[in-house]
């Protein structure tokens, strides 16, 4: 453990930014919410992701990577979960050959891989644990049985039959997270409120399946209900399993402050019988696409995996860490307009990053990057930190930043390669097709690939490349 960087963090607890001082800085705790597997991850689910694997990389380089634990859930049950299953595998399901949990299973498998799939190539590194929701069934169904013995729950039968539901009022401070009180409170739950709650905005922890729906056998305060768990209650359960009833660092996006991190609190503090969850709460801003919100109706909901397989956006495919680089670009606390022009911008950075950490002069400290990184994951100045690096100091930036350029470039003749792709351009402005042409496909039989964008200014056509291995 180095330990030698201090770093501060914007709490969302306290609305302000803080001191990180870890509980035990031989296990930095960090839990971050992961994706809900129904469907491919769009891209707005990035935006977590990348955020939070840099504050991983920047808790390993301060701290020792040995001594950082990062856990990201994986949702695999939920109500939208079981509908695809139905969807998809309804005639299977029907005809006998497929039981539920097996339909289930198929659609969380082929989700969830591919969102893992998505994020490695935006260079997200492995988190430390990685739970299904499926896995941790019994300590959901234990957490529940006491809360309801601590006077914290209790059992109703609402329109949807019997359910256990988290009574808001027991627990004085609620709302400290959201710095909402009960008048202001909406549901908690992906339910109607009902006239069985005692208070509107209770929240449900457990909920009573039907024939249609995935459930397992539990019991509370003497009532056996077959069924499934709320939302809120898994992450009580992943977190505290793999990092204790209380942690360093709890992130997630916007709009995950209330209900959900809001109620994870009241669960997890009223059931352990602590003052708090985790000690610093960090959420990244929303993000749009072409200054509106994303959404199926207005034809601009985008996946990462069309992102990068698919010519949808802007007419091309796009490399996952050019994606990585323009979510980068803004910090993680604001607001992100996901543009075309923004990813052209972010692909020509990128480039010029690349071939100057390719040059054989080591100009700069790594220092630089690290201390724009530790004043609140300040992303912004850590890009144009590395603008000031060459060599070794900025390969070490940019892979603290998970955009190391990606294959070993000592056995490629940069100068040579950038030479060439001048050569071409001067071909394409002469409309010399057939000699542009050539130019580029013996780049690429070198393991060269060029990528043609404009430059977001001017408006000029500008070529990057990728080494190919």
Sequence with gaps: MTGTQAITLYNTLDRQKEPFQPIDPQNVRMYVCGPTVYDYAHIGNARPAIVFDVLFRLLRHVYGADHVTYVRNITDVEDKITARALRDFGDEIDAGRMGLNDALRAVTEKTANQYLEDIAALGCME?????????????????????????HAYVATGNEGREVLFDVASMPDYGGLSKRNLDEQQAGAR??????KKNPGDFVLWKESSATEPGWDAEF????IYGRP??????????????????????????LIFPHHENEIAQSCCAHGTDRMANYWMHNGFL????QKMSKSLGNFLTMFQLMHAEEFGGRKWPGEVLRLAMLMTHYREPIDFSVRRLEEAEAILARLWRRAGEATDNGSLD?????????????EAIRALGALSGA??????ELLGLPPQAPTDDIDLDAV?????????FIADKNWAEADRIRDELLARGVQLKDGKDPETGARVTTFEVKR
């Excluded at 339910?191 to 069985?196: D, G, I, L, N, S």
């Excluded at 100091?393 to 940019?398: D, E, S, T």
């Design 127 to 151: 988190p430390t644990h990685q739970p299904r929701a499926t896995e941790h069934i019994d300590g959901m169904v234990a957490m529940i049985g006491s809360l309801v013995e601590r006077g």
């Design 191 to 196: 339910v109607a409120v009902e006239a069985h």
């Design 221 to 224: 305060d003497g009532t056996a």
């Design 230 to 255: 709320g939302w809120h209650i898994e992450c009580s359960v992943m977190s505290e399993h793999h990092l204790g009833k209380i942690f360093d660092i709890h992130g997630g996006g916007l709009d």
């Design 288 to 291: 749009q696409v072409e200054g």
């Design 368 to 380: 630089t990057v690290v201390e724009s990184l530790a004043d609140d994951l300040n992303t912004v």
């Design 393 to 398: 100091p900025l390969r070490a930036g940019l």
């Design 418 to 426: 950038q030479a060439a792709i001048d050569e071409r351009l001067a």
